[in-house]
């Protein structure tokens, strides 16, 4: 955006994901100020919010944005880890595949400091982050004319029985094979979080437009969203990002 007045840039760094894979370093995040209006120009003023509601707005953003990065782990790129099926071997190290074609999620072991024991778990983030319909969707992995939304594994996880260690999360057993061991690192991702930044411009009290620039397919791209104000929730996300 065009401004009079230098642009003020900020840099807000984000923990790096200790999953053995380098993903979204940090985030540039630029802070433009409304388009200079022409007092004989009749196009009604840019919405400008306050101060505080601008912090929060970004905050909002930057926490949303690495929550997409976590659930596109979950359920695109790596999973989580299983506890192994009984007769665990060499030629199959999870064991014989259990007869609802689901295994236990390993809930003793921490991913980005959070412990999945329960459906509900996987289900949390999801709908912290995005509008319900869309929450809906990554949970189901289904458009609305039924096609697979982000893979061809199905529905990834699902609640279990609670096993001995009072363990519910299942896991799809094609996922749960094809990205073991887990974290895995050999495989290529479409796209690169590293040196990941943001524009935000603030539509309203409870909209904001994002241009999010990262590479995807080695190429630099600019995915857009929006951001919205859910009142007694929070700010969500109308898309996931991960193509």
Known sequence: MNSSKPAFIATVFVALLAIGVAVFAYMNVSRDEPEYQN??????????????????????????????????????????PVLPEPYANQDKPLGNPPEDGLFYVDGNVSVHGVNYRAFSDVENIVRETFVPEEAARIINNRLDNGEPYYSNYGRIYAEK?????????????????????YPRTDKEFPINWEDASFALVALSDVECSLKIELKINGNDEVVERTMTFIYGEGWRLDRLIYE
């Open 161 to 181: 029985r609670h096993n001995s260690q009072n363990f519910a999360l299942g896991i799809n057993e094609r996922f749960a094979l094809d990205f073991h061991p």
């Open 39 to 80: 007092p004989t120009d009749n196009r009604p003023p840019a919405y400008k919010p306050s101060p505080d509601l601008l912090d929060e707005m970004y905050s909002a953003a930057k926490r949303l944005i690495e929550n997409n990065i976590t659930i596109t782990e979950l359920y695109i790129t790596h999973g989580l």
